[in-house]
């Protein structure tokens, strides 16, 4: 299959990455690169790389089929929609934009001139996600009751445009957008029932530079989602509790670890002596009635995502990222925004 031409619009930091990958692609022809600063255009010039004079000479560039736009999350909306106009199909950087109504223009858009649109949830391919999916799916410990899904670090937000509000800045936009991804893809995009949202004002009084996100579904099981940048000690990046059993990732380089409950009852249970008194009800386990085992890191190559959307360009079959899914994503974080404002959680 002949390879699918592909320019990138804005080469900082996310579209440095995506030309490297796509200069090792085997289904994408890195075209070029447009960006608005000359000097990033230089460096690109520098490193044998095609730069654009202008936006407008990389759209009437007939070669080109695809558009890749990573630039602040404030004015993809205007570059993406240009894009679709001029025929080409895009995938623009997460968060896809800063509101459903503005989401909506953009699929309009897509769907008048006939060319697909997507977001790029890249971390659908992290291999701790990935894991935890395979518990889920498996059943091997029984429906899952809820998740906790946490990122730490403690140097607080990057000193660019993601600590400004006018721009889309702010832990929600910048992690939430991902690690809310892959909770629904988890629970197979099941109806959410309410959200409810703290957000962390610690070294940025104008973003969010962290935040505790908690989802509840309508079948009863909730998840929680929280990403600190004032975090010297970091909790655990999976913790999971279903039936019959809990699933732990402590970091993202280790295997996921399964305690499966294989009897509920034990003939005596022998009370634990604590600081303060006895307790039968904290009593730990034994290998009699649980059984601890590993799930091994799954297999995963990020540029999948590429490879999948330019199938779904060539031969029409559905793209990973729907349209629905975006709206959903997006939705979250809106009411994620205006439970952490009212103080209440927001009915779905």
């Known amino acids: 299959m002949e390879k699918m031409r592909v320019a ?75 894009a679709l106009n001029a025929g080409k199909n895009v995938i623009c950087e997460k968060p896809v934009t800063l509101s ?5 223009r953009m699929i309009a858009a897509a769907e008048k001139n006939g ?22 799916d498996s059943g091997e410990i029984g429906k899952v009751l809820n998740i906790e899904s946490r990122i730490h670090g403690s140097r607080g937000i990057p000193s660019d445009w993601r600590g400004e509000r006018e721009h889309g800045g702010g832990m929600l936009y910048d992690w939430g957008i991902h690690l809310i991804d892959q909770v629904m893809m988890v629970f197979g995009w ?7 949202c703290i957000c962390d004002n610690i070294t940025n009084r104008v973003v969010d530079d962290g935040f505790r996100l908690d989802i509840v579904f309508t079948s009863g099981q909730r998840a929680t989602i929280e990403v600190g940048t004032y975090n010297f000690i970091a909790m655990p990046r999976f913790y999971l ?4 059993g809990t699933a732990l990732i402590t970091d993202w380089r280790e295997e996921a670890k399964v305690v ?9 249970v022998l009370p634990v002596k604590t600081a303060a008194g006895l ?27 590429y490879r999948h959307f330019v199938k779904a360009i060539r031969e029409g079959c559905e793209q990973d990222v729907t349209y629905d899914q ?3 994503d997006l939705k979250i974080i809106l009411s994620a925004f205006k439970s952490a404002e009212t103080g209440l959680p927001v009915e779905f």
């Not at 000479?57 to 240009?82: F, G, Y």
């Not at 509790?241 to 019959?244: G, I």
């Not at 307790?279 to 995502?305: C, F």
């Open 8 to 82: 990138v619009v804005g080469y900082g930091g996310m579209g440095g990455w995506h030309v490297e990958h796509l200069l090792k692609s085997d289904v994408c022809e890195l075209a070029g690169i447009y960006d608005i600063k000359e000097e990033r255009c230089a460096l690109a010039t520098s490193r044998g790389i095609y730069a654009y004079p202008s936006y407008e000479s990389l759209l009437a560039d007939k070669t080109v089929e695809l558009i890749t736009v990573a630039i602040p999350n404030d004015v993809h909306e205007e570059v993406v929609i240009a």
């Open 100 to 104: 459903l109504e503005s989401l909506d």
């Open 115 to 136: 060319v697909r649109f997507s977001t790029h949830q890249n971390r659908r391919w992290d291999v701790d996600y990935l894991a935890m999916q395979k518990i889920h």
């Open 190 to 196: 099941a109806e959410i029932k309410s959200v409810y």
């Open 241 to 244: 509790r279903a039936e019959k």
């Open 260 to 268: 499966k409950c294989k009897y509920w009852h034990e003939n005596d």
């Open 279 to 305: 307790t039968k009800t904290m009593a730990p386990r034994d290998d009699v009635t649980t059984e601890t085992y590993s799930v091994a890191k799954p297999v995963s190559d990020v540029h999948d995502y």
């Open 326 to 328: 975006m709206r959903i």
